[in-house]
């Protein structure tokens, strides 16, 4: 595995996008650190910035990546080297090379500015996202090999994730309000990533105010120090099934 | 000696690739040649193990070919378009296919020599012609002294002279080698093949050898009933 990821990230490396990337968190997130002068008020602008931005650009770079690798990928499999061994070097070579260009973009700049504390969280949720969105989008590139539907129905994922699911969430609550909900809106914030980790970095800022209905019934719920870790556990069990999925999915694919 | 045994795939109701019991046996140039959407492709990737059959199996020396990395290690293919990562230098390229591989000594350099491919290592593969990536494919199918060689339609995008030189490569090491090759350049068949399977809508319609008896006599009425299904 060591082998084929040596040169897949010799690959990204030398690509001008993944440096484009990060040049461009760079400068925002130096913009946001200059404007904003409050640690806190930082770290929330930051936070917009990594939960649509970040989804997004794994998404496509991810997706892209694959598609245009999927003749070397069969070359690669013509020799001695397990699927699982070609699987696990693509995902790892991509996690890896996202998360440095975030840590580079996003992390480094806030450092110069502010409490490391709370960057240690961001850093988290960044990676945790980033690993996420790497699966998600390495599960819907593997299932479909039109690059149009594939790439189609991951926007569509990060639409719905970003942006709809919330909307939905708030008619509901909206329609259904004489009704009680509390436990449904937890169920609810466990099935969208991007919610939890919202929900994650909030927590540790402590802004009630911010975190919505549905985060208020998911603290009150679980409670402080229980909501963090619960919020932490999901966010991982959402990385581990899209990965092992798309694992299977790879090891059984017709080329 | 690789063993087909009756397999059997299909895409939707569109098509369906049906091959009986078949048997390529070393040494031998086998070509294997159809119309579009005859099957080649999908009967190639199904003896390299892309493609996994509905029912049946490959067998290379008595083991099913996924179930065992004896073939992958005696395997060497060239596929229709030479596709690397963009941004890694030929000499890179070149070092990933010898680690993976695992074969440390003894390579054959000289269809790597003829090609000249020493003053382009230092290249960026993505600023290189398609012919010379197809050059660079073509070395590296070779190096390996592989018992068995599978080239997908491999004098496709190769210059004349490229393109000769690769047909006499094939002919120097077909005497100890299984080597099989897709392509629609019937000259190619007659230059390079000791047999020749055609498929046609997904089943075998000719297996024969090339003898100089079928060379001579049935070449001729067979070449032209396959030029026949290529018009339609």
């Given at each position: ?17 993944i440096f484009?990337y990060t040049g461009t968190l760079f400068l925002l997130t130096m913009g946001i650190s200059y404007?904003?002068?409050?640690d806190?008020?930082t770290i929330?602008?930051t936070?917009?910035l990594i939960?649509?931005?970040i ?42 090379a996202l998360t440095v260009s975030f840590i580079m973009g996003v992390i480094v700049p806030l450092l110069l500015f502010g409490n490391v504390?709370l960057i240690l969280n961001l850093l988290i949720s960044g990676i945790?996202?980033t ?125 | ?232």
């Amino acid at each position: 595995m060591r082998k084929i990821m040596k040169y897949i990230i010799r690959d990204i490396v030398r690509s001008k996008f993944i440096f484009f990337y990060t040049g461009t968190l760079f400068l925002l997130t130096m913009g946001i650190s200059y404007l904003n002068r409050d640690d806190t008020k930082t770290i929330i602008t930051t936070l917009n910035l990594i939960i649509y931005l970040i989804p997004l650009v794994n998404i496509l770079y991810v997706s892209l990546h694959y598609y245009n690798s999927k003749e070397f990928i069969e070359t690669l499999l013509t020799y001695p080297v397990k699927r699982k061994q070609i699987f696990r070097a693509e995902y790892f070579s991509l996690t890896l090379a996202l998360t440095v260009s975030f840590i580079m973009g996003v992390i480094v700049p806030l450092l110069l500015f502010g409490n490391v504390m709370l960057i240690l969280n961001l850093l988290i949720s960044g990676i945790l996202l980033t690993a996420l969105f790497t699966s998600i989008s390495l599960l819907f590139s593997i299932m479909y090999d039109e690059r149009i539907k594939g790439i189609g129905m991951l926007i569509g994922i990060w639409l719905f994730m970003s942006i709809i699911f919330d909307g939905i969430i708030l008619i509901m609550y909206f329609l259904m309000n004489d009704f009680p909900l509390d436990k449904i809106s937890v169920i609810l914030i466990a099935l969208n990533p991007v919610d939890l980790t919202r929900l994650y970095i909030l927590i540790n800022l402590d802004i009630a105010s911010l975190f919505g209905y549905s985060g208020a019934n998911f603290i009150k719920f679980f409670g402080h120090a229980y909501g963090l870790a619960v919020s932490l556990l999901i966010s991982i069990i959402w990385i581990v099934v899209p990965t092992l999925i798309a694992a299977r999915k790879f090891n059984k694919k017709d080329f | 000696m690789l063993r087909v045994n009756k397999i059997e795939k299909s895409y939707g109701k569109k098509f369906r690739l049906d091959i009986e019991n078949l048997t390529l046996e070393h040494p031998n140039v086998i070509t294997l040649l159809g119309p579009n959407g005859s099957g080649k492709t999908t009967f190639l990737k199904i003896l390299l193990g892309l493609v996994n059959p509905k029912t049946g199996d490959v067998e290379y020396k008595g083991k099913n070919i996924n179930d065992d990395f004896t073939f992958k290690y005696d395997l060497s293919y060239m596929p229709q378009t030479a596709i690397y990562p963009e941004n890694l230098k030929v000499k890179e390229i070149i070092e990933i296919t010898k680690a993976l591989k695992n074969h440390t000594e003894d390579y054959d350099y000289e269809l790597y020599e003829q090609y000249r491919i020493d003053g382009i290592l230092e290249s960026k593969f993505s600023s290189l012609s398609q012919g010379t990536k197809q050059k660079i494919a073509a070395s590296i199918v070779f190096m390996f002294r592989s018992p068995v060689i599978i080239l997908d339609e491999p004098t496709a995008g190769l210059d004349p002279y490229a393109a000769e030189l690769l047909k006499s490569k094939i002919l120097k090491e077909k005497k100890d080698k299984l080597i099989l090759f897709t392509t629609h350049i019937i000259s190619d068949v007659t230059e390079l093949s000791d047999r020749l399977i055609f498929l046609h809508e997904g089943k075998i319609k000719y297996d024969k050898i090339m003898n100089d008896e079928f060379v001579n006599r049935d070449s001729r009425l067979i070449i032209s009933e396959v030029a026949n299904y290529f018009r339609g």
